[in-house]
Nanobody, 126 residues
């Protein structure tokens, strides 16, 4: 079993920054390989992939956030991060952390991820 808990969301003005965190909790005592990602969903819109990172540290980003967002992980702390800079009103959404035991191929596809956090709200005002 894996539990994911997001934090770091909030309200900021356009151009501001936020750092989201996702803490992973597992009963496994041995090292587990994960592919982890961030997804978001705005009111009235489909859920979309934001960024993904695999066990080798390779990353992929949605075109809409490329150059502004950075995904990273601290393996020692079992924590995933999303640094969000130059935020825009269109970034407003509920952000979800997701994980999978499978190799994700750096694809931002929701069905590849079997574990999800509860979400953290990000609101960007103009």
């Amino acid at each position: 079993q894996v539990q994911l808990v997001e934090s770091g969301g909030g309200s900021v003005q356009a151009g501001g920054s936020l750092r989201l965190s996702c803490a992973a909790y597992s009963a496994y005592t041995y090292l587990t390989t994960y592919c982890m990602g961030w997804f978001r969903q705005a009111p009235g819109k489909e859920r979309e992939g934001v960024a993904v990172i695999d066990s080798d540290g390779r990353t992929n980003y949605a075109d809409s956030v490329k150059g502004r967002f950075t995904i990273s992980q601290d393996n020692a702390k079992n924590t995933l991060y999303l640094q969000m800079n130059s935020l825009k009103p269109e970034d407003t959404a509920m952000y979800y952390c997701a994980a999978t035991f499978m190799a994700c191929g750096l694809r931002l596809v929701s069905r590849l991820f079997g574990y999800w956090g509860q979400g953290t709200q990000v609101t960007v005002s103009s």
